[in-house]
């Protein structure tokens, strides 16, 4: 899906974005700021926010060796859901990428710098 997704944008060598997603962050940034959330379908919120949800998760995979799960914590806000983590020096952070995908469609917010914030919360956890 996120090779598919990359290749309608016309980003070069979309196959690539699982490797290392990070220099596919920025054209993605850009295109989704153009898209205005107002005006956007529930369809095509949902559509979005599942690919740039994969994009946030194998973000983190690649950058912090890991990988994705279901929270089984009945406790935690995202038991059930899943999520990003088990990263080997970062203890028990995690990341829920699909609901930061959400968040960032519906605010027209920006991708690097939820990435951003997202990389600081994580390794305060180390």
């Known amino acids: 899906m996120l090779v598919d997704f990359c290749t309608s944008l016309e980003l070069p060598d979309p196959h690539l974005v699982l490797n290392d997603p990070t220099p596919f962050v920025p054209p993605i940034n ?3 700021a153009a898209q205005n959330a107002a005006e956007l379908s529930r369809d095509d919120h949902v559509w979005l926010a599942t690919r740039v949800g994969y994009l946030i998760g194998e973000y983190f ?3 912090y060796s890991g990988c994705w799960f279901v929270d089984d ?3 935690s806000s995202w038991f059930a859901h899943f999520v990003v983590g088990q990263f ?3 203890g028990s952070a995690r990341i829920a990428p699909m609901q930061m995908a959400t968040e960032l469609v519906e605010s027209s917010g920006d991708l690097e710098a939820y990435l951003g914030d997202a990389s600081a919360a994580i390794e ?3």
């Open 124 to 126: 305060r956890q180390s």
């Open 61 to 63: 995979v690649c950058r």
């Open 73 to 75: 914590n009945p406790d």
């Open 30 to 32: 850009q295109w989704v």
């Open 88 to 90: 080997p020096r970062h």
